[in-house]
């Protein structure tokens, strides 16, 4: 099976996984409501770039994360990643937001963690809704 870490960050392919990470961060929190986009406001006004940084530092965890997904997904005959995800959401979702908690938890910084932690009640929900999005990514670079 194809190692999804391997492939999405190799020298040549991750900075366009990254690039394409933030745009995906992008287009979910502007279908949001007023608390997500109040929390990311926040963070990228404390920290310019921090988006960025945080998709290019999490990527390794976070396809560690959607490897068994992907295993399953090729196993099953394939078709849309994204939709695999989908069927899989809250699974996928609590896989993904623990690599985020982990990071949040660790954080020294006060406003991101209390942005964090101000958004995550509803983080199952809003990663589920990025799912199609993220296996379209994934299976972009992944194929």
């Known amino acids: 099976m194809a190692d999804l870490k391997q492939i999405l960050t190799a020298q040549d392919v991750r900075p ?5 990470g933030v745009t995906l961060v992008e287009e979910e929190v502007a279908e949001k409501g007023l608390i997500i986009k109040g929390a990311y406001k926040t963070v990228t006004a404390f920290a310019s770039g921090i988006i960025r940084d945080a998709v290019d530092t999490l990527l390794p965890d976070m396809l560690a994360k ?4 992907w295993d399953d997904f090729q196993a099953s005959g ?3 990643f994204g ?3 989908a069927k899989n959401g809250e699974a996928a979702s ?3 937001l623990s690599v985020t908690d982990e990071r949040a938890k660790a954080s020294e910084r006060a406003p991101i963690r209390k942005a964090y932690n101000a958004v995550r009640p509803s983080g199952v929900k809003n990663v589920e809704a990025a799912l199609p999005r993220l296996g379209a990514l994934v299976q972009k670079y992944a194929g």
């Open 16 to 20: 366009n996984v990254v690039a394409d």
């Open 66 to 69: 959607l490897q068994p997904f």
């Open 78 to 80: 394939g078709g849309e």
């Open 83 to 85: 939709d695999f995800l």
């Open 94 to 96: 609590e896989a993904l």
